[in-house]
């Protein structure tokens, strides 16, 4: 085999030709095992003492490589690199199918004889061995091509699940990289003759009609663009190693460049960074995973997983200790050439760079060495970074990882509508097929687009904290050049976001016209996965925009205008904010209707409560004064009416009206002078007059203040030749009978309504004794946080670690953040946010103390930044109590 040295040649591919490696003078005819020698009939002594092994590469060409039979699998790897001209080595192994047809790598520092069984039976194949969170790291146009073929080969195996929306597309951008511009005729051609995915025949037409899309597009950019798609799947780079958990649950282990996954079927459940692992073992059969116990806790601090023999499991446990040396350590890891400890067993292990690192603490010097133990429980400690030692401490990084906890809140969020509710539907057949093709149609777009944004959010968030290395080539401590490239992307999205007022119009007259998508509504809403109000879920993708822009705003004000990444953050804040004043009036609209929808809902006596032009304005508590005195009602005020309520006595969690004031001609003053009762006032209307009293001076000043600008907004809104009657002209305070008797008179009817969700603003102030304007509510939806948070009671001595999700006045706390539903919910709405006190005995930075009646809670965060996140929002939830956190001083121990 002769080769001209430096020059490129075109390597043929069943795919095409493209850019390759060096020249190959001829190709060969020999049989699989036969060598130039045997073949010619030349043999000689040292015949016997030589391997001859076939190699696959990523093209699928294969080719012969006549090696000396003590050669080591180093030996192999580097000539296979050397002849394709390979310069970024690092990312490739040579992998091969054992005696139990299960693919492993080709170990550098072992005999291959030993390896390999019948070396020359066995096919070698090139592939990618480890995947970087940005496959633009790599240098060469070369590697990506490489990578591009991987990708290829991935999606022709089953190995990167995705949709056959996303298949078509990397499938359309792989023809494009061999075959150029669209041809219908050489396309169709092409594909018959090439095998893109399991699939392709269901989906040609789609491959075809998105390649023509790529005209003008060159072969590196379509590569590109394949990595590009590719790194925002969950299954990028994935391989499964099959398990068990504790509870015989099937499951698959996967290693990546951020530490252990954990998937069922193809969904990811839950991931352990190497930050969160103090050692990785396995006994005979047995995996191990132990944690650092502050991850869950003293008692919980080692999984247990199960594989299939002793065999898959090392071999999980080797890739795993290959993937942590790769990419977590700043030194590519070094073969040893001969092993420096006695064993018996397994002869794997690495000698790891000593990495110094300095930090907040100090310098400290770690001897990353992975040692074993002579025994029969092969057992090799990992000894990772401690988290608290790596993580960076910039204000930029915090403001970007809110971007990040944000965003995983988000998309779980979204998959209660295109997984969960998607899934409950079509379980009963309950939604009308052109209103299905609606609502999925516009949000299915939406929630792929956002699954590859936080995979590289949080890609990049590893690079940013040191979780990830990957022999990085620059700096990635900033987060603008991100939040731009997906801050132009969304525009493509406007369309859909514009369509979601018909779709939420359009799903709320089905649910009224269809019996069986009413009774699938109102049953979804009770699972414990549907945390809030169902068609809340549907404003999330706009009221997202609103989001990035205050982070982007954050982050901008917090950077000088000199820093690297200031310029690239003020453009992504342009770009969002443009899109976001395009759908301001939308957004409006939008949370006004859904309000008005939930309260159809919850409210018995009222119909058509979503009628055109009405606004809804404040809900809340207040006592109305009746023959028996002080009742407490529940009232809500709209733009052009008041009606107040009560709530029955039964299961049910709804309200029964028991007045409807309109605003036209209504006149409010204050009375505590009159009545003698405090926070009192009355409200004048043509029919009637009640008098009302709040819980505190704040409280009535709010539904005054409220009330009138609601009347002078009426007024407005009627004619001027309307003839108003002075409402005061009207017989005396009418004190009604309405407590026992309404009650039974409502108790039929209220026991044939399905129960309600008893998490709603209206629930909470009924039973906080407050109340909540729609302003609230939109500044509500701005102040979203997630994250993990401790939190302690009052009483208890330990701290519990909970991911908690901020939204629609709540506390919602999680194990983690995979989890689909809350284990459990604090309503913030009347309690006193402060910080502690020197009788709480808390000696501990960035706590706050929430505490409504006897009920008291703290909570830590893990960062000044968080701390003062949750300082600033927390009190426009609170009601009650304002006053005193702002005179409250923190204290630090």
Not at 22 to 34: A, D, F, K, R, V
Request: aromatic content about 10%; some cysteine; glycine content about 4%.
């Amino acid at each position: 085999m002769s080769e001209i040295e430096g020059t490129y040649r075109s390597l043929q591919t069943p795919a095409g030709t493209r850019l390759g490696a060096q020249y190959n003078t001829g190709i060969s005819t020999l049989e699989p095992g036969q060598s130039l020698s045997s073949a010619m009939g030349a043999g000689g002594k040292g015949h016997n003492k030589s391997l001859q092994i076939r190699v696959q590469g990523l093209d699928d060409a294969q080719e012969f490589y006549e090696l000396e039979s003590k050669a080591d699998g180093q030996t192999l790897s580097s000539e296979v690199f050397r002849r394709i001209n390979l310069i970024e080595s690092d990312y490739f192994g040579l992998e091969f199918q054992n005696l139990q047809m299960n693919w492993v790598w080709m170990e550098p520092t072992k005999l291959i004889v030993k390896q390999v069984r019948r070396p020359m039976n066995t096919l070698l194949r090139l592939s990618v061995k480890f995947f970087p969170p940005d496959p633009g790291q790599l240098q060469e146009e070369f590697t990506r091509y490489l990578f591009s073929l991987q990708i290829k080969r991935d999606l022709m195996e089953g190995r990167l699940n995705c949709t056959e929306n996303t298949a078509a597309l990397l499938a359309s951008h792989l023809v494009q990289s061999e075959i150029g511009d669209y041809d219908d005729i050489a396309d169709r051609e092409f594909l018959k003759i090439n095998k893109l995915l399991p699939y392709q025949e269901r989906v040609q037409e789609k491959i075809l009609e998105l390649h023509r899309r790529h005209i003008g597009q060159t072969p590196a950019e379509s590569d590109f663009q394949v990595l590009e798609i590719a790194r925002k799947l969950e299954m990028y780079g994935v391989r499964f190693h099959p398990a068990a958990d504790r509870e015989g649950t099937k499951i698959n282990l996967a290693v990546a460049h951020m530490g252990l996954q954990v998937f069922q079927g193809h969904t990811k459940i839950n991931t352990f960074n190497w930050s969160k692992i103090r050692k990785l073992s396995f006994k005979r059969k047995l995996f191990l995973i132990k944690l650092h116990p502050e991850v869950h806790g003293p008692h919980q601090d080692t999984l247990e997983f199960l594989m299939g023999s002793r065999d898959q499991c090392k071999i999980f446990w080797k890739n795993c200790v290959e993937h942590h040396s790769f990419f977590r350590l700043f030194d590519q890891p070094q073969p040893k050439s001969k092993a420096i400890f006695f064993s018996r067993g397994s002869s794997f292990r690495y000698r790891c760079t000593a990495v110094i690192i300095s930090t907040w603490v100090g310098n400290i010097l770690f001897n990353m060495v992975f040692q074993k133990k002579c025994s029969n429980i092969v057992s090799v400690v990992v000894m990772l970074v401690f988290p608290a030692l790596l993580y960076p401490t910039d204000k930029a990084y915090f403001i970007a990882k809110e971007i990040l906890t944000t965003e995983r809140t988000y998309l779980k969020d979204l998959e209660v509508i295109t997984v969960w509710f998607r899934s409950a539907v079509i379980k009963e057949n309950a939604m009308p097929e052109g209103l299905m093709t609606l609502l999925f149609s516009n949000i299915d777009p939406i929630y792929e687009f956002h699954r590859g944004f936080l995979k590289e959010i949080d890609q990049r968030l590893a690079l940013w904290e040191g979780r990830s290395n990957a022999h990085v080539k620059g700096d990635y401590q900033r987060i603008g050049d991100v939040m731009l490239r997906n801050m132009c992307a969304l525009k493509e999205f406007i369309g859909y976001l514009q369509k979601h007022d018909e779709v939420l119009t359009e799903l709320e007259k089905a649910t009224k016209r269809v019996k069986k998508l009413e009774t699938v509504y109102k049953e979804f809403e009770l699972q414990k996965v549907c945390y809030l109000p169902l068609n809340t879920f549907l404003l999330k993708p706009i009221q997202r925009l609103m989001h990035y822009k205050l982070i982007l705003e954050r982050l901008c004000k917090h950077y000088a205008p000199q820093h690297r990444d200031f310029d690239d953050c003020e453009e992504a804040l342009k770009e969002v904010a443009e899109i976001a004043a395009q759908l301001q009036s939308s957004l409006i609209r939008l949370e006004n209707f859904q309000k008005l929808t939930e309260l159809q809902r919850d409210l018995i006596g009222i119909e058509n409560l979503t009628a055109p032009g009405r606004e809804f304005i404040r809900e809340g508590c207040l006592y109305k004064l009746t023959k028996k005195g002080l009742q407490q009602r529940m009232f809500f005020l709209f733009s052009d009416m008041l009606l107040y309520t009560s709530k029955g006595v039964t299961a049910t969690n709804q309200f029964k009206v028991h007045g409807q004031l309109p605003l036209h001609g209504m006149i409010v003053e204050e009375s505590e002078n009159e009545w003698s009762v405090p926070h009192c006032f009355t409200i004048y209307s043509a029919q009637r007059t009640i008098v009302v009293a709040a819980s505190s001076k704040v409280e009535m000043n709010k539904w005054i203040e409220d009330l009138n600008m609601a009347i002078d907004m009426s007024k407005k809104c009627q004619e001027k030749s309307d003839l108003v009657l002075d409402p005061r002209s009207s017989d005396e305070v009418s004190l009604e009978q309405e407590s026992e008797d309404d009650m039974n008179s409502s108790r039929c009817s209220l026991d044939k309504q399905s129960h309600h969700r008893a998490n709603t603003t209206m629930h909470v102030c009924w039973h906080r004794n407050t109340s909540v304007s729609m302003s609230d509510h939109s500044l509500a939806v701005e102040n979203q946080l997630s994250g993990y948070l401790l939190r302690k009671f009052k009483n208890s001595n330990g701290w519990q670690k909970l991911w908690v999700v901020f939204t629609n006045f709540c506390l919602f706390f999680y194990k983690t953040h995979q989890d689909d539903f809350p284990l459990a919910s604090l309503p913030l709405l009347g309690y006193t946010v402060s910080t502690p006190g020197e009788s709480d005995s808390i000696h501990k930075e960035y706590v706050f103390k929430l505490q409504f009646k006897s009920h008291v809670y703290f909570f830590r965060a893990e960062s000044e930044y968080t701390f003062e996140r949750y300082e600033k929002t927390l009190p426009s939830t609170a009601t009650r109590g304002r006053s005193m956190l702002l005179s409250a001083p923190v204290v630090y121990h």
